[in-house]
């Protein structure tokens, strides 16, 4: 429902239709050649002439479809907002019909693309509702409970919570985790002492627990939650598997290309490369661990203590 000049570009992935998941009605081609004849399908009801290509992405799903041109006058929007809508009532009757075990539709087959080139109406028998109150629910759910996208999309990966919110999880989950194994280093005695605490790992329901109401609901509004918010918190935690513990940088190897990189450098190059190249914040083991943090100045990509902090400079 978008102006008649309107042109759009769309990479097809999740197998989704207008009210559920998409269901292909044969098993001759693949779930995803099927969806996408299927996506091709809804832009030329859509009054579109559909183009597909082929984007050089590292990925399985990377055919792309295009709307460049439409196949109707200006003259025939009025009918063709019709023939849209009477497609959706069928999409939607045809996902409930789909619903069985078998995934096969009862229902006939869609509006042909080529009933909206010749900007011509579908005839009445063409879409058969099961009831009259499935069509008037569709009817309803397209016509007055449609709403666009707003056109700036709200960032929604706890990157825009307020930082002192994000360091206060981030300190309980450590402090929580750090006193998982507090009882076995204990006993373990002057061994304990010389070795950096890294405690143990919980797995994320039992750190959702550690927190209160409010702060998980705050977290339900962000894309992925409490897990999306450790996972970018990578200098304290490692998440995998569904558990959480906290990083050891002391057993973290360095990558391949940065060995290259540096193998030839001497020692004082090597520190001033990296003196260059970050220090820009603290380290957070530095500040908050109890044992500090488990590589050196030199090592360690973060300033230990304000002395070392660098401006941060726009490349």
């Known amino acids: ?15 989704f239709d207008f009210y559920g998941k998409y269901c292909r009605k044969q098993t001759k081609s693949t779930q995803y050649r099927a969806y996408l004849d299927f996506i091709t399908e809804v832009g030329s009801a859509c009054g579109f002439k559909v183009e597909e290509d082929c984007l050089r992405i590292p990925s399985t799903k990377r055919v792309c479809l295009i709307g460049n041109q439409r196949t109707y006058s200006p ?7 019709e023939e849209r809508t009477q497609y959706i009532r069928e999409r ?15 229902m006939k087959d869609p509006v042909s693309p080529n009933h ?22 569709a009817s309803n759910k397209w016509v007055a409970g449609f709403q666009p996208r ?16 994000v360091d206060n999880i981030v300190l309980q989950v450590a402090k929580a985790l750090l006193k998982v194994n507090q009882d076995n280093n204990e006993h373990n005695g002057e061994d304990s002492a010389k070795c950096w605490r890294k405690g143990g790992s919980l797995c994320l329901k039992n ?20 897990q999306t918010l450790l996972r970018n918190n990578y200098q304290v935690f490692e998440v995998a598997h569904g558990n959480v513990q906290i990083r050891d940088w002391s057993k973290e190897k360095q990558s391949k ?6 193998k030839y450098l001497s020692s004082d190059e090597k520190r001033k490369l990296l003196s ?7 380290c957070w083991f530095f500040v908050n661990h109890p044992d500090g943090c488990p590589r050196t100045a030199e090592k360690c990509p973060f300033a230990h203590g304000i002395q070392e902090l660098r401006s941060r400079t726009n490349s």
């Open 1 to 15: 429902r978008s102006s008649y000049s309107c042109r759009y570009f769309v990479l097809p992935c999740c197998f």
């Open 75 to 81: 003259s025939c929007e009025k009918r063709l907002d």
């Open 92 to 106: 939607y009757s045809y996902t409930v019909c789909a619903g069985d075990s078998t995934g096969f539709s009862k």
């Open 116 to 137: 909206v080139t010749d900007c011509s109406v579908v005839e009445d028998d063409v879409v058969q509702d099961t009831c009259g109150d499935t069509d008037c629910f």
């Open 150 to 165: 707003e056109k700036v999309e709200k960032v929604r990966n706890c990157a825009s919570l307020p930082r002192d919110f």
């Open 207 to 226: 750190v959702a627990d550690l927190l209160d109401s409010d702060t998980l609901q705050k977290l339900k509004k962000e894309c992925g939650g409490l």
């Open 257 to 262: 290309q940065k060995e290259k990189q540096t």
């Open 276 to 282: 260059e190249a970050c220090k820009t914040r603290l």
